[in-house]
Structure formats: C-alpha cells, structure tokens
C-alpha cells in the first residue's frame, strides 16, 4: 500500500482538482489547435498587409519606369534634330526628378543594402544624364544608351522591392498572376516600348535630318543593324505583352469576381500595343523609303505605353482591392473559429460540470458521513440508494460500521476483566513507590500475571544492588574526605607560588618597557641625525647648484653685453645706410622737379609724364621722412644700448659678489655635515646596544609569562580537583541519603 502511494501522484488530489487536471489539458490540446490557426491567419494577414505595403513603394517605382523612358524617347529625339520634343523632354525631366525624390523618402524604410546600393547609383547617374541633355554634350546614341542603363537599373531595384515585400511569393493564385501581370510582365513591357519609340523616334528624326540636308542620300541614315535593333525590342516587347495578357486572363479566371475594369482596359491597351508594333514593322524595318514622322511615331507609342500604365493602374486597384479583401476574410475567419471554439468550451465546460457534480455530490455526501462516525456518532448511516461504484460503496461502508459495532462490544467485555486485574496491579506498585522493597505484587491469570511476576523479581534484584551500593558508598565517603583534606593544603602551597611568579613577571614587564622606550628614542635619535645628514646633503648640493647657475648667469650676462654692443655697432651702421637713403631720396625729389618742369614745357604730350613725376617727387618726400623717422628710432636705440650695456655691469658686479657668499655657505655646510656625521655614529652605537638589551629583555619577559602561565594553569588544575573532590563528597553523601530512604530487607532475607 506504501509503494502505490508513491507512485500515485494524484492520489494527493480532490476529485475536483482532479477533474479540473483533466480539462486543462483538453483546453491545452484544443487551445495548441486554435493557436496554430490564429498564428496561421495572423500570417495570411501579415503576408497580406505587406504586400500592400509593397505596392505603394512599387507603384512609385513604375512611376519612374514611365517617366524615365519618355524623357530618354523625347531627349534622343531632341538631339536628332526634332525641337518640337524639347517642351516634352523638359516635363519628363521633371517628372523624373519628382519621382526620384518620392521613392528616395520610401527607400529609408527598406532594409535591403543590394537595393539601396542600385539605388544610390542611379541618384548619382540621373543628374549627369540630364545635365548632358540639356548640354547638348552627348548624341543620341549614347544618350540612349546612358537611359536604357539607368532603366534597367530601375527595373532591378523594382524586382528586389516586389521580393522584399513578398509580391513574387504570393500564395494566393488570384493575386498572383495579377503581380505576374502588372509587376513583372508590364514594367518590362513598357521599357521594351519605350526602347521602341526612342530608337524608332530617333531614327525618324535622323532620316528628316538627313532629308533636308541631302535629299539624294536620306535613306542610307537608317542603317540594317538600326532596324535590326528595333525589330528586337519590338519582338521582345511582343513576347512580354503575350505573357502579361496570358497572366491576366489566369487572374480573371481564378478570381470569383472578375473586375469589368481590368478586363476592358487590358483589350484596349492589346490594341494599341499591337498598333505600334505593327506601326514600327511596316515604316521602319520592312519600309524602304522611310518618311514617317518622328512625332507622330511618338505619339502613338506614348499613347500605347499610357494604355499599359492604365492598365497596370486597373491592375494596382484591383490587387490593393484583393489584398483587403483577403485581409478581411482572414479576420473574418479568425473571428467566426474563435466563436465557435468559445461556444464549444461553454458547452463543454457546462456538461463537464453536471458529469463532475454527479460524482463529487455523493461522494462529499459519503465524506460527511465519514466525519460524523469519527466524531463519535456509531449510529449514523450512509443509505445511498444510486446503483453506481459510490452507491456500491455506500452500502458496503454500512456494512462495514454494523460489524465495527459488534467487535466494539465484545471488545468492552474483555477490557472490563482486564480493568480489575490492572487495578490490583496498580495498588501493588502504589506500595511499591513508597519505597517499600519487602511489598510482593499479586500474580493473576490474565494477560497482567507475568507483568506481577515480572515486578516481584525486580524489587527483589533492586534490593540486593541498593544494599550493595550502600555499603560501597559508605567506603567512598570516608577516601573522598581524606583526599579533600590533602587537595586544601596543596592549593594553599600553589596559591603562594602564583603570587610570587606574578610580583616577579611584574617586575621584569615594567624593566622590559623601560629598555624599549630607551631603544625607541635611540632610534628616534638615530632617524633625526640621519635626516640632518640628508637635510646638509640636500642644502650643500643646492648651494653648488646656486654657485654653478650664478656662474652660468654671469657668462650670460657677459656674452649678452657683448650682443649688445655689437648691436650698438650695427646701429651706427644703420644711421649710415639711412644718411644714403636720405641722399637718394633728395636727389630723387630733385629729379622729380626737374621731371615735372620738362613735362609742363612738353604741354599736352607730358602730362602723363608730369603725373608719373608728381608720383615719385611724393615717393621721395615719403622717403625721406621715414628716414627721419628711422635716424630718430636708431638714435634712441644707441642710447638704450648704452645703458642697458652700464646696468649689465652693475649686474655682473653684484653676481661676482653672491658667488662669493654662496661659496663660503658651502663651506661651512661641508663643516657642519662632517660633525653630525660624527654624532650619527655615536647615535647609532646606543641604538644597536639598546636593541641587543631589549632582545634580551624580551626573552626573559618571554620566559617568565611561560612560568608564569604554568603556574596558572597548575593553580587552576588544583582547584579544579578540590572542586571534584568537594563534589565527589557531596555524590557520596547524597548517594547514601538517597539509597536510606529505601526500606531494604535483611540481606540474607535477600539471600533466601
């Protein structure tokens, strides 16, 4: 029974816990199953919600896949010579740059570093392409192709943007082979028309050229390798526009309501897609004499391209009117399965209910009446009258209390003789507690005899050990009052050696404190005469130091008085130089004079002439006062180097003189340091003859704490021992009153 409840885990549960165990699992299994579906619908939803997302960046996109193919259409055609394309090339050019700066504010959002790579290639590109346009910097064919690069490009970073928003992995068949059509199929679509009506345009407006230039030879501008090349963007374009339509007719066909709108604008764009296809088969590439205009030629494949981009603008709505409606659905869903699941769980949970009651009900009703037989009511009854396990068990618990009542009786009958019998037995260990050891128990017949026998044999063993005890206790107080009387007079012996020990320990402890004061101002004596030492070092090294840079000032000062008077030289030198200027300077304004006096007598021809000599008759007037004032500035500086040169001398004078002084100081530094050198010695001796007294002292100090402590400890042994001699006197007295208070027998009553 003890092993299976270990192993019963749930054996320590009510059945209501129990019951509860059971339905949180079926709500665990059934909550894993609606967990599974909400996180798919959430996914379907998410999935959704991003692709929608998408389409605004990629609608953006195919607003550059338009413009950019106009203005590479219209630009190539401008530089042929068409002007008449010059006010559709400016627009498309703005147009352009109004897109790029739209998609470049989306692209912040888009973590794919290979798109904002492509992307920051063609930011860098568009600006140069335009700028040589407007330049006329480039022809056409590299016009053309600088656009056709940049497109595809474009076309890149669209294809990474419709899979970074999951556009290519779209799960549902109605939404995709419409983002086949208008995502992939029509952009590419577009470009390749484009690709037609820039070359095409281009080729028009180079055979016009040609024609009003040279009539004779206007047929040779359009090249094989030129129609070649058109005829295979025209059956590039053609193989696209076939699978976009292909791709449309599958969305319309799987979707439950197909869109009108999208249907009529995808045959009206399959017109005039085939119409420029065939315009540019029959004038150009199978067309001799090519005299189609490039204007027209443009216009009719700018209409084509328009219809695609309507048609891919139906397409745009119609896939952002799915993806709602796929959300919308999903919600849906999420929200009618969460009903029914709900409404299962009430049900279930109101039917698990009554089942969990019809169980619990009676068998709280069996406990209830368990609980009242345990309270002392024997006639209470269960009566269940179901005819489950618990109405089962019910009858077999009535059953069970009808015997229990049975053997309950026969039970009080045997008790009631065993009473009496224990009662005797009782009175007879009653006497036997008042210390009574002659007293002999009663032996009934009854399960108490042997417990009487029993009892007679022990006061009999007990008697014969307390006499034993007694006389042995007799024995012990006699030895433990004789060895009291030796331990009193061995610890009055120990207690006079402890106090002498002590008083000697004393003694030695204040002679040791007074040797290491003695030690601790010799060294402190020792460290201050070291540190003078250090102190005279220090001060004398300061002194040479002082001695050395009073020198060293003194050259200075001698090497600067010679500096000086060699500037006082060159100051003479310069009054020279200035008396030569100030020469030429006079004889420049004499030159003047007569410069101006032959230019006055020239007349008309010298007056310019006159104005060159008024101009340097006032650069030597300039001259010659700078002079004066640079005699005056080298005047004053002669004069200050004079008595700069008297104050050096003086300084010279009074650094001889400090020499002298700071010399005697290291002097008498040198004397003072040989004397406290001498009293380090002395100093030192008493240190190391102290330190030697204080180690001995320390030993003997050492010595007598041991004694000391032995003493002590021998001290407290002995009164440890008077103590357990005192003890062992009071243990033998009490022993002997405790064993008197027995009434023993005679021991050969004992004996016999």
Not at 451 to 465: C, I, R
Not at 468 to 491: H, P, T, Y
Not at 573 to 586: K, P
Request: aromatic fraction near 4%.
């Amino acid at each position: 029974m003890i092993k299976i409840a270990k192993l019963n885990v749930f054996g320590r549960f009510l059945l209501w816990q129990k019951f509860a165990v059971l339905g949180a699992i079926a709500l665990t299994l059934v909550g894993a199953g609606f967990t599974y579906f909400v996180n798919e619908q959430q996914q379907r939803i998410e999935v959704a919600v991003r692709e929608q997302q998408g389409l605004k960046v990629v609608k953006e996109l195919l607003g550059l896949v338009n413009s950019v193919p106009r203005h590479r259409g219209s630009s190539t055609g401008l530089l042929n010579g068409n002007g008449a394309l010059a006010a559709e090339e400016r627009a498309t050019k703005a147009l352009t740059a109004q897109h790029l700066v739209a998609f470049d504010a989306m692209s912040q959002a888009i973590g794919d570093q290979e798109l904002l790579k492509i992307w920051g290639s063609i930011k860098n590109n568009w600006p140069n392409i335009a700028q040589a346009v407007d330049g006329r910097s480039v022809t056409p064919q590299e016009n053309f192709q600088a656009h056709t690069q940049l497109i595809a490009k474009v076309l890149d970073i669209l294809d990474l943007s419709i899979d970074y928003y999951g556009l290519s992995q779209d799960p549902n068949a109605e939404t995709h082979f419409l983002v086949q059509a208008v995502l992939v199929d029509s952009p590419t679509l577009s470009e390749y028309l484009g690709q037609a009506r820039g070359w095409g345009t281009g080729l028009l407006a180079k055979a016009a050229k040609a024609r009003e230039q040279e009539k004779n030879r206007a047929d040779q501008t359009v090249t094989l390798q030129d129609r070649a090349r058109l005829g295979i963007m025209t059956n590039i374009a053609n193989a696209h526009w076939i699978s976009a339509d292909r791709n449309f007719a599958k969305s319309l066909k799987v979707t439950q309501q197909p869109s009108k709108a999208l249907d009529a604008q995808r045959k009206a764009a399959a017109g005039l897609v085939d119409q420029v296809l065939k315009l540019s088969d029959e004038e150009i590439i199978g067309q001799q004499t090519i005299g189609y205009a490039s204007t027209d030629y443009y216009n009719q494949y700018s209409r084509a391209i328009e219809e695609v981009f309507k048609t891919m603008d139906v397409g745009f709505t119609e896939l952002d009117h799915l993806f709602t409606t796929q959300i919308d659905s999903a919600k849906q869903q999420l929200m009618m399965v969460s009903c029914m699941i709900l409404g299962f769980i009430l049900v279930a949970a109101g039917i698990v209910f009554y089942i969990v009651r019809s169980i619990t009900h009676p068998v709280n009703y069996l406990v209830g009446v368990m609980q009242q037989l345990a309270g002392g009511d024997n006639n209470v009854r269960a009566n269940l009258e179901t005819f489950d396990e618990i109405g089962v068990l019910g009858r077999q618990f009535d059953i069970m209390i009808d015997q229990r009542e049975a053997v309950s009786a026969q039970i009080r009958q045997e008790n009631e003789i065993l009473n009496d019998s224990i009662i005797d037995l009782l009175q007879g260990v009653a006497k036997l507690a008042q210390r009574d050891l002659t007293i002999r128990l009663p032996v009934a017949e009854n399960v108490t005899g042997p417990v009487g026998d029993a009892l007679n044999l022990l006061s009999s063993e007990t008697a014969q050990v307390l006499n034993r005890i007694l006389r042995i206790a007799e024995d012990v107080s006699q030895v433990s009052k004789q060895v009291k009387a030796q331990s009193d007079s061995v610890i009055h012996i120990a207690a006079e050696e402890k106090r002498e020990v002590e008083q000697a320990a004393s003694e030695l402890n204040h002679a040791s404190e007074t040797m290491l004061n003695i030690a601790r101002l010799a060294m402190s004596c020792n460290q201050a005469a070291e540190k003078a030492i250090q102190t005279t070092d220090k001060a004398q090294e300061t002194v040479l130091g002082t001695v050395q840079g009073i020198t060293t000032i003194r050259n200075t000062i001698r090497e600067t008085e010679k500096r000086i008077k060699r500037l006082g030289e060159r100051s003479q030198e310069i009054g020279s130089v200035i008396s030569i200027i100030n020469g030429i300077a006079e004889r420049t304004h004499i030159l003047a004079l007569n410069a101006s006096m032959h230019a006055a007598s020239a007349g008309e021809a010298g007056k310019g002439f006159a104005v060159v000599a008024n101009e340097v008759q006032k650069l030597a007037e300039n001259a010659r006062e700078a002079t004066a004032q640079i005699s005056g500035l080298v005047n004053n500086i002669q004069i200050e180097t004079a008595d700069t040169i008297t104050t050096m001398n003086d300084a010279i004078s009074q650094v001889v003189q400090g020499t002298t002084l700071a010399q005697q100081a290291g002097n008498e530094m040198r004397e003072t340091r040989e004397t406290t050198a001498n009293l380090v010695q002395l100093v030192q001796r008493i240190a190391a003859n102290s330190k030697t007294q204080v180690e001995t002292t320390r030993k003997l100090r050492e010595r007598a704490i041991q004694i000391q402590k032995s003493t002590e400890q021998t001290f407290e042994h002995l009164q440890d021992q008077g103590q357990q001699t005192e003890r062992l006197v009071d243990y033998s007295s009490g022993l002997l009153q405790s064993v008197g208070v027995f009434i023993l027998p005679k021991a050969d009553e004992v004996i016999a």
